[in-house]
Nanobody, 123 residues
Framework: QVQLVESGGGLVQAGDSLRLSCAASGRTFVSYAVGWFRQAPGKEREFVSTIGRNGGNTNYAEPVKGRFTISRYNAQNTVHLQINSIKPEDTAVYYC????????????????WGQGTQVAVSS
């Protein structure tokens, strides 16, 4: 079992950079693939990025490719989402999620979720 806590959200201006972090508890974090998802007001939760257990097998949603970078540090039980050139349409609550073994871009495949961190982007 794993517990997740996101941090790093806030109010930023378009064009700024932001780094979100996901801290995981548990000694078996290396067994979990991790995904980032986001949910904007009035919209469904959507896939943002995933990373495999050993830091490989990264995937990105089309709207964030080239601007977002996911990374993980298993020794510290953390996953980061670096956001560059942030846009107003990136405004959302960002969630990290974990599932055993393989990555997935489908939120329904993830059994463990953090509470989310709010990102608001002003134009």
């Amino acid at each position: 079992q794993v517990q997740l806590v996101e941090s790093g959200g806030g109010l930023v201006q378009a064009g700024d950079s932001l780094r979100l972090s996901c801290a995981a508890s548990g000694r078996t974090f290396v067994s979990y693939a991790v995904g980032w998802f986001r949910q904007a007001p009035g919209k469904e939760r959507e896939f943002v990025s995933t990373i495999g257990r050993n830091g490989g097998n990264t995937n990105y949603a089309e709207p964030v490719k080239g601007r977002f970078t996911i990374s993980r540090y298993n020794a510290q039980n953390t996953v980061h989402l670096q956001i560059n050139s942030i846009k107003p349409e990136d405004t959302a609550v960002y969630y990290c999620a974990a599932r055993l073994w393989a990555v997935s871009t489908n939120a329904i495949d993830y059994g463990y979720w953090g509470q989310g961190t709010q990102v608001a982007v002003s134009s």
